[in-house]
């Protein structure tokens, strides 16, 4: 049974905001920045303003100018001794930045290379750009290790564990896979799917599952259930491949082991597939179609409970921890009871 999820509250802010981050303590952090007259500026990044918001009743703590502006690549995270982690766009370069939890002032920052997707957590930035993957020390504002291969090109990037997890392209064969390395050094640990995927779309990671957004999924499945998925298939809309899947797989899975579960989404046409995110948390992974979130049990895929979240359609961002749902459009940010 479908119902309508509790807001928990909703705030109202006077910035734009493009970047949310929610951990399993503390406040709610919301990156926004106030788009210039015109739409223009003189430099390439829009400055930036990071706010913390009370988790439980939406109160303002603090916000504040951050080093941090408006661009290409972010990603924040609390530390573990009153910080708050951002990484993104600077005047020049990308930035790594520490601010106080407390109040937002600004601890340090320093530069860092240029990144398209991130990951951050209390120690570690986890971050890819096209041509490299490359981990960030956060406590000595650096970059810890790096690693590339010609021929490849990085997309997403995730943690488990130890692990990191990058989809990535081989340029070659134009087909999207899984790479595995070490996450503290980035140490080469082999494939988790090879190349054999059009695209993936997003990834979301829970401690014993992997979770693909993607499409024709069945060059993962061993030789035996491929004939199987294929009438599933057929049956779920008349169309020839899936077009939008989800498959999860176990973060230790060698390539071609079968996967822990699949859904199919759509075997539309890809100009007409919907709006499809998906993220993972406690064991659970959420997918958003359109205003409607339903939570999965990440290992076996089994659904748990599914909810209409008023806005999730007009989302710029959106994550769940610790069935809290927050939700930030344009310049609002709300939470809800997501109790799954």
Request: hydrophobic share 40%.
């Amino acid at each position: 049974m479908t119902t309508t999820a509790r807001r928990r509250w909703s705030r109202e802010l006077e910035s734009e905001i493009d970047g949310i981050a929610l951990g399993p303590s503390g406040p709610v952090l919301l990156h926004g920045y106030d788009p210039p007259a015109g739409g223009k500026w003189i430099d390439s990044v829009i400055p930036g303003k990071l706010a913390a918001l009370d988790r439980n009743s939406g109160d303002l703590l603090w916000v504040g100018p951050c080093e941090v502006g408006y661009g290409r690549g972010f990603g924040a995270a609390i530390g573990k001794n009153d910080d708050v982690w951002v990484l993104g766009p600077g005047t020049r370069e990308h930035r790594v930045v520490r601010m106080s939890l407390a109040s937002g002032e600004l601890r340090d920052a320093a530069e860092i290379a240029a990144f398209d997707e991130a990951h951050v957590d209390s120690e570690l930035g986890l971050c890819s750009a096209p041509s490299r993957v490359f981990g960030i020390g956060l406590e000595a504002l650096a970059e810890s290790w790096a690693y590339s291969r010609e021929g490849e090109r990085y997309h997403l990037v995730a943690r488990v564990g130890d692990r990191a997890l990058v989809v990535y392209t081989d340029l070659k064969r134009k087909l999207q896979g899984v790479l595995r390395l070490d996450a503290l050094s980035g140490k080469v640990d082999g494939p988790l799917v090879t190349p054999q995927l059009q695209v993936i779309r997003q990834m979301a990671c829970v401690d014993e599952a992997v979770v693909l957004l993607g499409s024709g999924i069945a060059k993962m499945l061993p030789p035996d259930l491929r004939a199987g998925f294929q009438a599933e298939v057929m049956l779920h809309g008349g169309g020839e491949v899936d077009t939008l899947s989800l498959v999860a797989l176990r973060p230790d899975a060698r390539p071609g082991e079968a996967p822990l579960w699949h859904r199919i989404l759509s075997t539309k046409p890809v100009d007409d597939l919907p709006e499809v995110s998906i993220c993972g948390d406690s064991g659970k992974v959420y997918l958003m179609q359109g205003a409607m979130l339903e939570a999965l049990d990440g290992l076996s895929g089994r659904p748990l409970g599914n909810w209409t979240v008023p806005g999730l359609d007009l989302q710029i961002g959106w994550q769940v921890v610790d069935g809290g749902g927050l939700l930030a459009e344009e310049t609002r940010a709300s939470l809800f009871e997501l109790p799954a």
